[in-house]
């Protein structure tokens, strides 16, 4: 069903182990990766919206309006990009964005690496970026919907699956 | 667990059939109850804390900090309250708000009615309050985490637990 790949990448996330350090760094600046370039995270909104559809497009998500995602963005509590960084350019390869009532809970949407960068660990780091940043606004409760194929490595970064037996639940128009 | 109760009311929710008519009046403006009193919704965001504190109290919530609960209020998408009006006089009888990214998704938190309220059809009107409200602001993707005794409840109401597999996850630290 597009609609649901239009929340989440159906694609597969790296989950493959990586160096703490090279971790910690990317959580605080960016890191090196073996071709010289640097991954670099981002909270400016002020994303190119084409530049963001190419990627959403790479794994294969269902095109919506970029008025929305413009909106989408605009309300978002928290918005993170993730680029390579070669020289002076920059190519976005990774995002995510959560939604929040800035004091209690906030839910992860939309978190997506470009396919030609996933199996490095930067989608762990860039969910790592995510996690620091929401506990630094001192949200208690961050929680997100995942796909299937993508609940063992949100297991790996400490998020548990309906604990106490708690359901996420969907509304569907009867 | 008291964090989850915050979230949530442990108690169990209304899931008795109202007739139709009344649903409809509820959900537009408000009904009369056997006593002659009327039930009112309202989303005014000027609620007073220690009113909504009692509600709170009354099923059984931990309580959170007034000041953090002040700023979840002010920076919910949606906040709805339902009082109970009898003459000049009203008394809060139920809540619930919710997140949004103002375009594709909210989550529903802390849907909450006085159990001397309870079991009347009053927390299914809440919620189709609320859905016709996020509706109404083109919200398609409505979602909420459910305590696993009110699952049926909401499943009454049109939501779905884990489509397609689709786990709700919450993040505990390390």
Redesign the interface.
């Given at each position: 069903?597009g609609?649901?790949k239009?929340?989440?990448s159906a694609t597969d996330m790296a989950t493959a182990a990586k160096p703490d350090p090279a971790e910690r760094s990317a959580a605080a600046m960016g890191m090196t990766t073996s071709s010289g370039s640097r991954i670099v995270f981002s909270v400016d909104r002020d994303i190119d919206l084409y530049e963001l559809e190419e990627l959403c497009d790479a794994v294969g998500w269902s095109r919506?309006p970029l008025r929305?995602?413009k909106?989408?963005i605009?309300?978002?509590?928290l918005v993170v990009s993730m680029w390579e960084e070669r020289g002076a350019q920059r190519r976005l390869v990774g995002f995510s964005?959560a939604?929040?009532?800035?004091?209690?809970?906030a839910?992860i949407?939309d978190v997506v690496v470009h396919p030609d960068y996933q199996g490095k660990g930067l989608g762990k780091a860039l969910m790592k970026y995510m996690?620091k940043r929401l506990r630094s606004e001192d949200i208690s409760?961050?929680?997100?919907?995942?796909?299937?194929q993508v609940?063992e490595f949100?297991?790996g970064?400490?998020?548990?699956?309906?604990?106490?037996?708690?359901?996420?639940?969907?509304?569907?128009?009867?």
């Open positions: 069903m609609f649901w239009s929340l989440f919506r929305k995602v909106k989408a605009q309300y978002s509590f964005r939604t929040s009532d800035h004091a209690f809970n839910t949407w996690i409760n961050i929680t997100l919907f995942a796909d299937p609940v949100y297991r970064l400490g998020f548990m699956s309906d604990p106490e037996g708690i359901k996420g639940m969907f509304w569907y128009p009867d």
